[in-house]
């Protein structure tokens, strides 16, 4: 009996395969194939004779190459790395501030402000000083300044100020007439509390934006304002001064260092607030860092005196005042 006549019906669709060695080589699983797809990226192995024919054999059960391809793209998306999505981390919000604009500067000639001139303010300095301070008890002068103060109707006014180891005084010179006009002294132990930061107004005032910094002096030994003081505007003895740079301190022409010192408050606030903490070590904690805010709300006519330096001594047209 020939072997044709013992082989069944169901294996006439079989193969082996020999490799050189003479052992059977089994045919890939599902999983061996994908391996072999994945090592090839993306084509089939070439020991792989089970793409060529029109039929594939996994596990004795013919698949057409239709559902071997769905199984490829199965695999190759499964196989591709995702991009990982972003993790957005948990962030505090950023408020992002509009820049301050600059202060107004004088558009004026810069001699037109008579403590522009050479020699007027170290003169004043030095008259005052010798007026109104006991060199012996209060002094000596460790610096001078020509500032802005800012009284509590918004109004500006150019002071000559001398700081001592223990008073700091604030001098109104006629600096036309060159004569002492009259002058506050106060002791550096009196005071309560120092507060720097921005000028800013109340929410809903008229009034524009000074953008600069200024400087509170506090020194009301614990006594409320009264609110008739508060609202007086010829009121003179609150016991609150607040101060700013001087004009000239931003104007183009004023170039020298050594004169723009003395209209520069962050000068004056670093002599001021050491000469405080060298006082005592309870004097520090009285320096606070905050917005200063001026009570106005439609003070138009400061707004008129401030733009016009009505509280500077300047040369206006044929006049001086």
């Not at 301050?100 to 004026?108: A, D, F, L, N």
């Not at 001139?117 to 003169?123: K, L, P, Q």
């Not at 002791?187 to 910094?213: F, H």
Request: overall charge neutral; aromatic content about 12%; proline content about 7%.
């Amino acid at each position: 009996m020939s072997l044709e006549e013992d082989i069944h019906e169901e294996f006439r669709g079989g193969s082996l395969r020999f490799n050189k060695s003479g052992e059977q080589q089994p045919v890939p699983s599902s999983s061996g194939l994908r391996e072999s797809y994945r090592e090839n990226k993306g084509g089939i192995s070439k020991t792989d004779s089970t793409a060529s024919n029109s039929s594939c054999y996994w596990s004795g059960l013919p698949l057409p190459l239709s559902s071997l391809s769905t199984k490829i793209t199965e695999t190759l998306w499964s196989a591709k790395p995702k991009d990982p999505s972003p993790v957005l981390e948990k962030q505090a919000p950023i408020h992002h501030q509009p820049p301050t604009p600059p202060p107004r500067i004088p558009e004026q000639d810069a001699n037109s402000f008579f403590t522009y001139r050479d020699g007027v303010a170290e003169r004043a300095a030095l008259e005052c000083a010798a007026e109104f301070l006991d060199m012996e008890h209060e002094g000596p002068v460790i610096q001078y300044f020509l500032l802005t103060q800012i009284n509590h109707w918004d109004t500006d006014k150019e002071r000559l100020i001398l700081l001592t180891p223990k008073i700091l005084l604030v001098v109104k010179y006629d600096f036309i007439a060159l004569k002492r006009l009259s002058y506050k002294k106060l002791p550096l132990e009196d005071i309560e509390a120092v507060i720097i930061g921005d000028l800013i107004y109340p929410n809903g005032s008229l009034i524009p934006d000074r953008n600069m910094k200024g400087i509170r002096i506090l020194f009301a030994k614990g006594k409320p304002i009264k609110f008739s003081s508060k609202w007086n505007p010829f009121t003179v003895d609150l016991p609150i001064w607040t101060f700013t740079y001087h004009p000239l301190y931003f104007h183009k022409d004023c170039s020298d260092e050594n004169q723009r010192r003395i209209y520069d408050l962050d000068n004056f606030n670093d002599y001021f607030c050491k000469t405080i903490m060298e006082l005592g070590k309870n004097y520090e904690s009285r320096i606070l860092h905050s917005n200063v805010l001026l009570e106005n709300y439609v003070g138009f006519g400061a707004i008129i005196h401030n733009r016009n330096d009505l509280g500077f001594f300047k040369v206006r047209g044929k006049f001086s005042f």
